[in-house]
């Protein structure tokens, strides 16, 4: 046991920062930071075998969990704003003022749905790059595949991404005229 406690602690000692690191990319400048670290290596201490060294590397493993953590803090948190913007409307103590936060984490699920209705050749070396911010020689490694391939996938998903958002803005900005009274003849 005392073995497997230290073998932890130097994982930790080398990993620790890099974890961290993406869990502030997905939460921004978050205190929470901190606790998605510790669960991430938590889990890792609880259920070692869930680590596949034939997928890749160890700290690709960490920062994938870490995202995937992070991840899930923010759709808890916007899911809660949708719930008090909701209160607050139905309530009628809406006020003129709009929360530039809730318009943050708003943008940020729209992209996640948009990353997640690309085909997973492309969204996986894309979440890979931006988010745990691995290089692109990094996730060539990680997905064994060349250099130039993760490059083009990286770029293809990007444009499908950009597609998928211009048409979700197209459609609500039909949906909002289409919700609008007619005026009939000036």
Known sequence: MLQQEDALAEIYGRHARSV??????????????????AEVFLAFWLRPESF??????????????????SIDIVRSEVASR???EYDRRSNGSYGSEVDEEFLTCEAAEEI??????????EREPIELAFFTGMTYKDVAEHL????ETVKSRI?????GVRVI???????????????MPDQGPS
């Open 165 to 179: 958002l211009e048409a979700t803005l197209l459609a609500e900005a039909k949906s909002e005229r289409s919700q």
């Open 52 to 69: 596949d060294p034939e997928r890749g590397l160890l700290l690709g493993f960490l920062r994938l969990k870490a995202r995937g953590r």
């Open 144 to 147: 064994d595949l060349p250099e």
């Open 155 to 159: 770029r293809s998903g990007l444009l």
């Open 112 to 121: 996640h749905k948009a990353l997640t209705a690309l085909d997973d050749k």
């Open 82 to 84: 949708r719930r008090e």
């Open 20 to 37: 961290a690191a993406t869990a502030k990319m997905v939460l921004g400048n978050s205190s929470v930071c901190e606790d998605v670290v």
